[in-house]
């Protein structure tokens, strides 16, 4: 898929992808949270960077795209987050010329770096091989862009979003900057036939989550493993946060130094996709909670090719990968900060504040 830009009717089927197949570098999608406490520059430059980003978009349409693609912040649309295949509002890349097309993957871009968007150019890929396996159906140009509020005004942020991907970003107030949840998904999870045979955009989250429990000792293997069977699905599906209930699995405080390694890389595979700025205040942010209080956690098979689910918990940071539906090939993945999602907990304090003006 070219990096120039998302050109309706173009890219990513894959008979018209002109650089061949993204490489196995591509990576699990990030989301960040910027940060609690007071503002700092990298947060004001990060906030006036996507704001420019956002106001360009919208200043590229016209009028009636324009309607369609703005939304009131307070709107019950911008918790109603979702990646299965439905209907949703916003403008859809579809309805976009070229140049608006590219002002939208500026905005992505406002946001994660070419890793990043390398992850949602194959999201969509993938969505071109559903097409010419399922039909129309399944459309690479169906993924929309909506705006809650107005540009750099607090509060207001976005959201990019179709089947398998949803990425919503928040900035509910100056300084904070909230990336999350942000879902990725991939199916098949192994392409096995034509011209992507062997592509797997999510497997190095797997191959990492597999030697972290090949290097447990029986007994760490024994307290990371949580349920015989894989789940099915995440848990911390939408609305279905409270399911998750307290971090179970192995404490990452009883790994040893190599163990741990392993796990961080495992999270970079998460965290690696966020421009540089938000990336460094994300990486605060796990140290914030304490990294040795978070917990790693298996289910399912450790034969490779049956259905298997793994996380990474903390006291809000969430990582969850689940691969069970299609015989195994089919995967679901998500990054939450389950304290700050859709910027909720700055938007609190930022109503607070105003109430006692």
Known sequence: MPHDGWHPHDEPHPHHHRHGPPTRRTVLAAAALLPFGSASGQTVDAAQRIAGAATHFLSALDDGQRRKAMIAFDSG???DWHYIPRSRSGLALGEMRADQADAARALVASVLNQRGLDLLDGVRLLEGVLREQQGSFRDPDRYHVSVFGTPGRFPWGWRFEGHHLSLNVALPAAGHVAVTPFFTGAHPAAVRDGPHRGFRLLGASEDLARQIMAGLDEQQRKAATIADRSFGEIVASPQRERDLGAPRGLLLGEMTAAQLTLV?????????????????????RVQEQGFAAFRFAWAGSLTPGEAHYFRVHGPATLIEFDNTQNGANHIHAVWRDLAADFGHDALADHYRQHQHR
């Open 77 to 79: 649309n911008r918790l």
């Open 264 to 284: 961080e890389a495992l999270m970079d595979r998460f965290l690696g996709t966020l421009a540089a700025d938000l990336l460094t205040r994300q990486k605060q």
